[in-house]
């Protein structure tokens, strides 16, 4: 079965400097994989996916996702964490077949002035 | 506004209630999908549609709960005789069909069983 595991439910990090938010996913398929954002009221907001063409993949906003499938991981990052970045990320893997998502328990993020 | 809509956002109601929340999803997306998200935690997947036909229910869903997508448009999801542990946030998604396409949210119904 698809899954995703995301460590380190609340993250905090320091305007200006990086965000590292770690992903690790099990398939027995090729996966897709996608990062979400969930900013409060608002919906869940695609910020990048993966889907077998390039391992970098870039998304809004100026975050990025590495997919290294000997690692089984696809790590999201951003050299800069702005404070609009405070928020609620999913790590998703995509059910083959169905498309039918699997999320992970997020993480949230604090961004300290 | 052309993205995923959802009604009412907000609902409150007694215990034993039975309630409809409804979705609109994206006009040309072929696939609907209901999530249901508690506190601290991850959507979980409830159910799917391709156009009007319900393809594949998730364990979560109990005979309490039924969804409909009766013309491959507009869905609903009802809850009969609920419970204070259906209180929850209810997305509803849509996507293409094709592999891989990502799925479009709408903002959710926040449920309070009282």
């Known amino acids: 079965a698809q899954s995703v595991t995301q460590l380190d439910s609340h993250v905090s990090v320091s305007e200006g400097t990086p965000v590292l938010l770690r992903c690790n996913y099990s398939?027995?398929?090729?996966?897709?994989l996608f990062w979400y954002v969930q900013h409060p009221n608002k919906g869940l907001q695609l910020l990048l996916k993966?889907?077998?063409?390039?391992?970098l993949v870039k998304g809004i906003n100026g975050f990025e996702a590495e997919f290294k499938k000997s690692e089984t991981s696809f790590h999201l990052t951003k050299p800069s964490a702005h404070m609009s970045d405070a928020a609620e990320y999913f790590c998703v893997v995509s059910i083959y077949g169905n498309n039918r998502l699997a999320f992970g328990k997020g993480n949230q993020v604090v961004v300290i002035p | 506004d052309t993205g995923v809509s959802q009604d009412p956002r907000h609902k409150i109601t007694k215990r034993g209630q039975n309630v409809t929340f409804r979705c609109d999803p994206i006009?040309?997306?072929?696939?609907l999908y209901w999530y249901r998200q508690t506190l601290g935690q991850g959507p979980e997947f409830l159910t799917y549609f391709q156009n009007e036909a319900q393809l594949e229910k998730s364990r979560l869903l109990s005979d309490r709960f039924s969804a409909e997508r009766p013309k491959g448009s507009f869905s609903t999801l009802e809850i009969q005789r609920t419970e204070q542990g259906d209180s929850a946030m209810y997305l509803c998604?849509?996507?293409?069909?094709?592999?891989?396409?990502?799925?479009?949210f709408g903002q959710g119904t926040r449920l309070t069983v009282v």
């Open positions: 398939s027995s398929y090729s996966p897709s």
């Open positions: 993966y889907t077998s063409a390039a391992t």
């Open positions: 006009s040309e997306h072929n696939r």
């Open positions: 998604a849509s996507s293409l069909g094709a592999p891989n396409t990502e799925a479009f």
